[in-house]
C-alpha cells in the first residue's frame, strides 16, 4: 500500500488529435529474478470503472479494461527483475479545440478574405479588418501555448496556426499592392482579385488537410477516428 507516480513520455505532434498508452511498471526490485518470480493469472480482468474515467479530465480512455503482461525490468545497473506491466489508451477529447480554437480561426481567416469584395480605394478598411484579424490570430497562439509544454518540434495546432498567420498577411499585403496598381492605372491587373478572393480561401483549406495528413498519417499517437480520415 501506499502512493506512487508514474510518468509517461508523450509525443504531441498530433496535438490535439492526439492518444497516449499510459503504462504502470511494477517490479520487486530487492530480489533478482533468480530468486524471486512474479505470477499472475492471465484470466483476470482489469476493469476501467466510470469513477476512474471522470478523474482524468480532458481525455476520453479507450474501452473498458486494462491490458497487462509479464515483463522482465532493468534498472540503471542492467540488473534484472520480474515484473508485471500494466497499460490502456487515452485520447484527447480534441472537440474542444476544433470547436473553441480551429472553428474561430476559420470564421477568422474568412472575415479577413473578405476585404477583397471591398473597392481598391477603402484602403483604410481593408487594412483595418485585415489587421485586426491578424491580431486576433496572435492572441489565440497564447491561449494554446497555455495547454502544452515548450515543444522543440512543431504540432499540428502550431502549423495550422503559423499557415493561419501567412493567410491572415496575404490580404494586409495584396490590399496595398492593388493600391499602388490603381494609381498606375493598371486596370486589367485588378481583376485579378476577383479570383484571389476564391483561390486563398481554398488554398488554404488545402493547406490544413496537408497539415493534418502529414501529422496524423503513420503517428502511432494519433488519434484512430482521425487514422481513417488521413491515415
Aim: neutral net charge; contains cysteine.
Amino acid at each position: 500500500k501506499g502512493i506512487a507516480t508514474f510518468t509517461t513520455k508523450f509525443d504531441l505532434r498530433a496535438f490535439p488529435f492526439d492518444s497516449h498508452e499510459l503504462e504502470f511498471v511494477y517490479a520487486d526490485t530487492k530480489h533478482s529474478i533468480s530468486s524471486q518470480a512474479i505470477d499472475y493469472d492471465g484470466y483476470i480482468t482489469l476493469p476501467l470503472d466510470e469513477k476512474l474515467k471522470s478523474k482524468v479530465l480532458e481525455w476520453n480512455i479507450k474501452g473498458n479494461y486494462a491490458n497487462y503482461e509479464a515483463i522482465k525490468y532493468y534498472d540503471k545497473y542492467d540488473y534484472i527483475y520480474d515484473g508485471i506491466k500494466t497499460f490502456f489508451i487515452i485520447e484527447r477529447n480534441s472537440s474542444y479545440y476544433v470547436y473553441k480554437v480551429i472553428a474561430p480561426i476559420i470564421l477568422i481567416l474568412i472575415v479577413c478574405w473578405s476585404v477583397f469584395w471591398l473597392r481598391t480605394d477603402q484602403i483604410e478598411s481593408r487594412l483595418t479588418v485585415s489587421i485586426v484579424c491578424l491580431l486576433t490570430l496572435i492572441a489565440y497562439n497564447f491561449v494554446i501555448d497555455e495547454n502544452i509544454p515548450k515543444l522543440p518540434y512543431l504540432t499540428a495546432m502550431d502549423q495550422i496556426i503559423l499557415s493561419s498567420y501567412f493567410f491572415a498577411s496575404i490580404p494586409t499585403i495584396l490590399s496595398i499592392y492593388y493600391v499602388n496598381l490603381a494609381d498606375k492605372n493598371k486596370l486589367h491587373l485588378l481583376n485579378s482579385q476577383k479570383y484571389i478572393r476564391i483561390l486563398g480561401p481554398i488554398i488554404y483549406f488545402l493547406a490544413i488537410l496537408i497539415i493534418m495528413y502529414s501529422n496524423i498519417n503513420k503517428n502511432p499517437s494519433a488519434l484512430g477516428t482521425m487514422k481513417i480520415f488521413f491515415g
